[in-house]
């Protein structure tokens, strides 16, 4: 049984930094993780992903912007985000991929596992 808690979203201007967290119960540190985001009204979509061996992908919207990283000793997923835009707005979630001996696609259908999200709004 994996659970995923997100927390760190918040309010914040234009050009704002924001950290994320994600603490994991369960086995996750040898999958992938990633973050995922839904805004009212779209899809959710890919974020950012990084492996056991902390290789990552991002989502070109975010690229530059965003860091992903991991602390497996504390079972702990990170996002900073940085020169937040207002279409950054969203809620944001962590999932744990399905299999570990390969590295998945950005995409939710790779990623059974979920946390509630934490909400993100970006707004002057």
């Known amino acids: 049984q994996v659970q995923l808690e997100e927390s760190g979203g918040g309010s914040v201007q234009p050009g704002g930094s924001l950290t994320l967290s994600c603490i994991a119960s369960?086995?996750?540190?040898?999958?992938?993780m990633a973050w995922f985001r839904q805004a009212p009204g779209k899809e959710r979509e890919g974020v950012a992903l990084?492996?056991?061996?902390?290789?990552?992908t991002y989502a070109d919207s975010v690229k530059g912007r965003f860091t992903i990283s991991r602390d497996n000793a504390k079972n702990t997923l990170y996002l900073q985000m940085n020169a937040l835009k207002p279409e950054d707005t969203g809620m944001y979630y962590c999932?744990?991929?399905?299999?570990?001996?390969?590295?998945?696609?950005?995409?939710?259908?790779?990623?059974?596992?979920w946390g509630q999200g934490t909400q993100v709004n970006v707004s002057s």
């Open positions: 369960g086995y996750v540190s040898p999958y992938p």
């Open positions: 990084i492996d056991k061996d902390r290789r990552t």
């Open positions: 999932a744990r991929a399905l299999t570990w001996w390969s590295m998945p696609m950005l995409r939710p259908t790779d990623f059974p596992h």
